[in-house]
């Protein structure tokens, strides 16, 4: 109950302008609140809106959060665009080991410039708790078999040890900094079983629980009821250090549910189904919020694999709000009674609590019938790409032409059969190979009629044995990622088909690489108390590890003998992976079509081996009898997942899980630990080296200049993501960063990948924009990190980390041109770090993802964009120009002008003119750019404190 009238605000530092600092009393426990309805307005917010609400009454500083900032969020207009600067701040940090160690080594490094600047560095500490789970560097290099796990961890601890000693370096050296060692489980998935509060307390304080993370998917937690999304790690960083998140109070969209999800039907399929919707709406920069009858039909992991999807649709959260179902989750997962009860009454007293028939005003409102969704895939590069399952032969049989070498010569002999059958000798028919149509036909025929470029192969392994690898084949089948392994009714029910494929005697294809990487150790737990794993190591999927692997490009190396055909021979060969990313280059360098799936339907892939299969009419196999065995013969049905989830799931899995989560096994604690509130950095080391950020810096910034004879690095077209920026995956030899590794006496076996080096800039800065996908349009049908290098006579071909060293030698800034959605993708603060230690002072495209534009301005580079309806296309711009652009000074005044002036002046003297709207939404962003980036401005916030 409240007890109103009770007056606590010397514990607070809240202004408290509506006396709504009061107390409520739980059981024996009191704390204090700040109660929303003593703000008119904020009872027909969205739940989201209603989390913002709080956090500005309770954070209200009468400087950077006013009366009128509380005011303009109770009487939001949800039909008006955002224009209202708020400033968040997150209950709590969350990281992943990948932009986790950079995030620490930057807080390092501040100490050291800190006292280098006369402040005292011990100060810079975490002011809101951060936890970082180890769970990126673990790679499937061993696979198949029952030592698959044990080995993986083995190596991954030989090739990170330096990182890993860095980080219970940290765990010492700063307060309220935690540590979740490798091989217990994924980040977001650790999150909504453990980490996750969904209503905080805190110096007697309770209000919801928030976060932000160095990972997009940190919006799994959403599901959870609690606010929080992906930020780029030096935002995180500054939010570590109490630093509000500048924002617009955004629109949210209402996603109306209604039905029942159809037997047969996923968790998986309905996410697939959403992000296609959502996707298609448009929800870049919007808060999505669930409602309707159908929420409380929809279980709490449903709910954190469609939070989790987030990134994928664009949108920056996926609310679910607090109801039954949130405490039943909860209670699952090893929460205290005591927390419960907190929960309940909270959300209740707050106004949180689902109420379906009390809807909220949206912005803009969607609704599916979860009974209209039906099995999907997507691919082969985008999540948002949905395919029907009975349409998936169909669409690869199309798709595989874009990937496949055009007009592919087929066998000669195949190509006389495929004449002489398709134009019989007594049809008077002159073929001409400018008949499009003559050369399709011939083209279906010579495959035998597939309709589709064909290619076999005849392999030959002394582990796989010999068969016929062709174009299409699926040769990685991974159960893998936090957004489907958090979900125990597709996870047993992969488990359970599993049996059945088993049972009735089937295989998987031998070309296949198979791993089951879960997202906790509670899924083998209930695995084992299943009696399942049998059944999938039957199949190939032993234990590989607890983390993301394959989602993220730790696919590790196919079989050589299968790598080598695929290689030798381009064949276009296929992934399929429970994950939630599946773009370009991501998984493996070996497999060019990717494709999102749930668990189960994963191992249907594995036992088909190629996506040219089509589940209604062909046979998996035959049984003993030598009947045709079909998917629709071995999938479980939705009571058999239920009954199973209810006699192989309980509380006590998840409390001895998660009882001494931050102490790590043998290999963990008996790591040498240096000691200091200080790092001794390594001069030898590869992994972790001292940034150059504040070298130089001075107390008060410089003003900020316009940029002139500026030169153009990449030239790229539409959708170009995170991925292809920042480094991620294996590290190519003769590449830049492993001439550095090699230089520094680094063997190639240990290379490792570029995410485990995060916390090396030198490493990083090299392989920025080296995707092995990038299209660079300064150059001709060439793909990969290159460039011309004007610096040179006639502009070569140039590595793009050398061409930048030779235009930073000549004192020449950089601009990168770029289409529409510029930027998407993960939260890789190394997009932006990368992006600006090469010298680019200005990236100009179509349009930016949220986080990618906000990183950028984190890092000192202005983000701009062509004029509405204009491009580098349609402006005639080919990246040979020279580029002046004024009216950044503007910024020196206190204001942010709407647009700047852009020059472009080709060889032959003309010049190309045209405003470029500035993208820096905030004045919080605009103190971030002139101080030359967010840490540098909270590191002269701190010395002035």
């Given at each position: 109950?409240?007890?109103?009238?009770?007056?606590?605000?010397?514990?607070?530092?809240?202004?408290?302008?509506?006396?709504?600092?009061?107390?409520?009393?739980?059981?024996?426990?009191?704390?204090?609140?700040?109660?929303?309805?003593?703000v008119?307005?904020?009872?027909?917010?969205?739940?989201?809106?209603?989390?913002?609400?709080?956090?500005?009454?309770?954070?209200?500083?009468?400087?950077?959060?006013?009366?009128?900032?509380?005011?303009?969020?109770?009487?939001?207009?949800?039909?008006?665009?955002?224009?209202?600067?708020?400033?968040?701040t997150?209950?709590?940090?969350?990281?992943?080991?990948f932009?986790?160690?950079?995030?620490?080594?930057?807080?390092?490094?501040?100490?050291?410039?800190?006292?280098?600047?006369?402040?005292?560095?011990?100060?810079?500490?975490?002011?809101?708790?951060?936890?970082?789970?180890?769970?990126?560097?673990?790679?499937?290099d061993?696979?198949?078999?029952?030592?698959?796990?044990?080995?993986?961890?083995?190596?991954?601890?030989?090739?990170?040890?330096?990182?890993?000693?860095?980080?219970?370096?940290?765990?010492?050296?700063?307060?309220?900094?935690?540590?979740?060692?490798?091989?217990?489980?994924?980040?977001?998935?650790v999150?909504?079983?453990?980490?996750?509060?969904t209503?905080?307390?805190?110096?007697g304080v309770?209000?919801?629980?928030?976060?932000?993370?160095?990972?997009?998917?940190?919006?799994?937690?959403?599901?959870?009821?609690?606010?929080?999304?992906?930020?780029g790690?030096i935002?995180?960083?500054?939010?570590?250090?109490?630093?509000?998140?500048?924002?617009?109070?955004?629109?949210?969209?209402?996603?109306?549910?209604?039905?029942?999800?159809?037997?047969?039907?996923?968790?998986?399929?309905?996410v697939?189904?959403v992000?296609?919707?959502l996707?298609?709406?448009g929800?870049?920069?919007?808060?999505?919020?669930?409602?309707?009858?159908?929420?409380?039909?929809?279980?709490?992991?449903?709910?954190?694999?469609?939070?989790?999807?987030?990134?994928e649709?664009?949108?920056?959260?996926?609310?679910?709000?607090i109801?039954?179902v949130?405490?039943?989750?909860?209670?699952?997962?090893?929460?205290?009674?005591?927390?419960?009860?907190?929960?309940?009454?909270?959300?209740?007293?707050?106004?949180?609590?689902?109420?379906?028939?009390?809807?909220?005003?949206?912005?803009?409102?969607?609704?599916?019938?979860?009974g209209d969704?039906?099995?999907?895939?997507?691919?082969?590069?985008?999540?948002?790409?949905?395919?029907?399952?009975?349409?998936?032969k169909?669409?690869?049989?199309?798709?595989?032409?874009?990937?496949?070498?055009?007009?592919?010569?087929?066998?000669?002999?195949?190509?006389?059969?495929?004449?002489?059958e398709?134009?019989?000798?007594?049809?008077?028919?002159?073929?001409?190979?400018?008949d499009?149509?003559?050369?399709?036909?011939?083209?279906?025929?010579?495959?035998?009629?597939?309709?589709?470029?064909?290619?076999?192969?005849?392999?030959?392994?002394?582990?796989?044995?010999?068969?016929?690898?062709?174009?299409?084949?699926?040769?990685?089948?991974?159960i893998?990622?936090?957004?489907?392994?958090s979900?125990?009714?597709?996870?047993?029910?992969?488990?359970?088909l599993?049996?059945?494929?088993?049972?009735?005697?089937?295989?998987?294809?031998?070309w296949?690489?198979?791993?089951?990487?879960?997202?906790?150790?509670v899924?083998?737990?209930?695995?084992?108390k299943?009696?399942?794993?049998?059944?999938?190591?039957?199949?190939?999927?032993?234990?590989?590890g607890?983390?993301?692997?394959?989602?993220?490009?730790n696919?590790?190396?196919l079989?050589?003998?299968?790598?080598?055909a695929?290689?030798?021979?381009d064949?276009?060969?296929?992934?399929?992976?429970?994950?939630?990313?599946?773009?370009?280059?991501?998984?493996?360098?070996?497999?060019?079509?990717?494709?999102?799936?749930?668990?189960?339907?994963?191992?249907?892939?594995?036992?088909?081996?190629?996506?040219d299969?089509?589940?209604?009419?062909d046979?998996?196999?035959?049984d003993?009898?030598?009947?045709?065995?079909?998917?629709?013969d071995?999938?479980?049905?939705?009571k058999?997942?239920?009954?199973?989830?209810?006699?192989?799931?309980?509380?006590k899995?998840?409390?001895?899980?998660?009882?001494?989560?931050?102490?790590?096994?043998?290999?963990?604690?008996?790591?040498?630990?240096?000691?200091?509130?200080?790092?001794?950095?390594?001069?030898k080391?590869?992994?972790?080296?001292?940034?150059?950020?504040?070298e130089?810096?001075?107390?008060?910034?410089?003003?900020?200049?316009?940029?002139?004879?500026?030169?153009?690095?990449?030239?790229?077209?539409?959708?170009?993501?995170?991925?292809h920026?920042?480094?991620?995956?294996?590290?190519?030899?003769?590449t830049?960063?492993?001439?550095?590794?090699?230089a520094n006496?680094?063997?190639?076996?240990?290379?490792?990948?570029?995410?485990?080096?995060?916390?090396?800039?030198?490493?990083?800065?090299?392989?920025?924009?080296?995707n092995?996908?990038?299209?660079?349009?300064?150059?001709?049908?060439?793909?990969?990190?290159?460039?011309?290098?004007?610096?040179?006579?006639?502009?070569?071909?140039?590595?793009?980390?050398?061409?930048?060293?030779?235009?930073?030698?000549?004192?020449?800034?950089?601009?990168?041109?770029?289409?529409?959605?510029?930027?998407?993708?993960s939260?890789?603060?190394?997009?932006a770090?990368?992006?600006?230690?090469?010298?680019?002072?200005?990236v100009?495209?179509?349009?930016?993802?949220?986080?990618?534009?906000?990183?950028l301005?984190?890092?000192?580079v202005?983000p701009?964009?062509?004029?509405?309806?204009?491009?580098?296309?349609?402006l005639?711009?080919?990246?040979?120009?020279?580029?002046?652009?004024?009216?950044?000074?503007?910024?020196?005044?206190?204001?942010?002008?709407?647009?700047?002036?852009?020059?472009?002046?080709?060889?032959?003297?003309?010049?190309?003119?045209?405003?470029?709207?500035?993208?820096?939404?905030?004045?919080?962003?605009?103190?971030?750019?002139?101080?030359?980036?967010?840490l540098?401005?909270?590191?002269r916030?701190?010395?002035?404190?």
């Open positions: 109950m409240i007890k109103p009238g009770v007056d606590v605000s010397s514990k607070n530092s809240s202004l408290n302008s509506f006396e709504a600092h009061d107390t409520l009393e739980v059981g024996d426990n009191s704390y204090e609140i700040y109660r929303l309805d003593a008119p307005g904020t009872e027909k917010l969205p739940y989201s809106l209603k989390v913002l609400a709080e956090n500005l009454l309770r954070t209200e500083d009468g400087a950077n959060i006013t009366k009128d900032h509380i005011e303009a969020i109770a009487n939001w207009d949800p039909s008006a665009d955002p224009s209202v600067e708020i400033q968040f997150p209950a709590r940090v969350v990281m992943q080991d932009t986790g160690v950079p995030c620490i080594v930057d807080l390092a490094t501040m100490r050291e410039a800190v006292g280098e600047l006369g402040g005292d560095a011990e100060k810079v500490n975490p002011l809101a708790p951060a936890e970082l789970v180890i769970d990126h560097s673990v790679i499937v061993v696979f198949g078999n029952a030592g698959a796990f044990e080995r993986n961890v083995e190596i991954e601890y030989g090739r990170n040890g330096e990182r890993y000693q860095f980080l219970r370096w940290g765990q010492g050296a700063f307060d309220d900094f935690k540590v979740v060692p490798p091989g217990t489980g994924i980040v977001h998935q999150n909504i079983e453990y980490l996750a509060r209503v905080m307390v805190r110096d309770a209000y919801p629980d928030t976060c932000v993370g160095t990972d997009s998917h940190t919006t799994m937690v959403n599901g959870l009821g609690v606010l929080g999304w992906g930020v790690g935002e995180a960083e500054a939010a570590m250090l109490g630093q509000p998140v500048s924002m617009l109070i955004p629109r949210v969209v209402g996603f109306k549910l209604t039905g029942e999800i159809k037997p047969g039907v996923t968790a998986t399929d309905v697939l189904t992000t296609e919707m996707r298609k709406h929800v870049v920069g919007k808060f999505v919020e669930f409602y309707g009858d159908g929420v409380a039909e929809v279980p709490l992991a449903n709910r954190a694999t469609l939070g989790n999807m987030s990134p649709f664009g949108s920056t959260a996926a609310m679910f709000p109801d039954d949130t405490i039943d989750y909860l209670r699952l997962t090893g929460r205290t009674e005591e927390q419960l009860a907190l929960v309940e009454a909270y959300a209740k007293v707050q106004g949180m609590w689902h109420n379906p028939e009390k809807e909220p005003v949206f912005s803009e409102y969607l609704e599916l019938d979860l969704v039906v099995p999907s895939i997507a691919g082969p590069k985008r999540p948002q790409d949905r395919i029907q399952l009975s349409d998936a169909t669409a690869f049989r199309k798709d595989i032409h874009n990937y496949v070498e055009e007009n592919h010569p087929a066998e000669c002999s195949k190509l006389d059969e495929a004449v002489d398709s134009f019989p000798a007594s049809d008077s028919v002159s073929l001409s190979f400018a499009d149509d003559a050369i399709d036909v011939v083209h279906s025929a010579a495959n035998g009629s597939q309709g589709r470029p064909s290619k076999p192969i005849t392999v030959k392994s002394d582990e796989q044995g010999e068969f016929v690898l062709d174009h299409g084949a699926v040769v990685v089948a991974a893998t990622s936090c957004t489907n392994t979900n125990p009714s597709v996870m047993l029910g992969a488990a359970l599993a049996k059945k494929a088993v049972d009735r005697g089937l295989t998987t294809k031998p296949v690489k198979t791993s089951m990487a879960p997202g906790s150790q899924v083998s737990d209930y695995y084992d299943a009696g399942v794993w049998p059944y999938l190591e039957k199949l190939g999927f032993f234990l590989v607890y983390g993301c692997t394959t989602c993220i490009g696919t590790g190396p079989p050589e003998a299968i790598s080598k695929i290689n030798d021979n064949l276009s060969v296929t992934a399929v992976l429970s994950g939630n990313r599946n773009f370009e280059g991501r998984i493996s360098p070996d497999v060019k079509m990717n494709y999102l799936a749930s668990p189960p339907l994963v191992i249907a892939y594995a036992l088909a081996g190629t996506m299969f089509d589940f209604e009419v046979p998996l196999g035959q003993d009898d030598g009947n045709d065995v079909f998917l629709k071995i999938w479980p049905s939705p058999e997942i239920s009954d199973v989830i209810a006699s192989s799931i309980n509380q899995m998840f409390s001895d899980s998660y009882a001494d989560v931050f102490q790590g096994d043998e290999r963990w604690r008996s790591l040498p630990t240096p000691d200091g509130k200080t790092f001794d950095w390594d001069p080391s590869t992994y972790v080296r001292k940034p150059p950020y504040f130089g810096m001075p107390a008060d910034p410089d003003p900020v200049s316009d940029i002139s004879g500026a030169r153009v690095l990449a030239l790229l077209g539409d959708s170009v993501t995170t991925d920026i920042s480094p991620a995956g294996n590290i190519k030899q003769g830049p960063a492993a001439e550095y590794l090699e006496g680094v063997d190639r076996k240990d290379y490792n990948s570029y995410g485990s080096r995060r916390g090396n800039h030198e490493v990083m800065i090299r392989g920025t924009f080296a092995i996908r990038l299209k660079n349009q300064l150059l001709d049908d060439v793909s990969g990190g290159y460039t011309r290098d004007f610096t040179q006579d006639d502009a070569p071909q140039a590595f793009i980390y050398d061409a930048a060293q030779n235009y930073a030698a000549q004192g020449t800034p950089l601009v990168v041109l770029g289409g529409k959605e510029y930027g998407s993708g939260s890789r603060d190394w997009a770090k990368g992006t600006s230690l090469l010298g680019v002072r200005a100009i495209t179509e349009s930016f993802e949220r986080i990618h534009r906000s990183n301005i984190g890092m000192g202005i701009l964009q062509f004029p509405q309806g204009e491009s580098a296309s349609s005639k711009l080919d990246g040979t120009e020279v580029y002046d652009i004024t009216g950044i000074e503007e910024l020196n005044n206190g204001k942010t002008p709407k647009t700047v002036k852009v020059k472009a002046t080709k060889t032959d003297g003309s010049a190309i003119e045209f405003d470029a709207v500035v993208r820096i939404d905030t004045p919080g962003e605009a103190d971030y750019y002139r101080n030359g980036g967010i540098q401005y909270v590191l916030n701190m010395l002035k404190s």
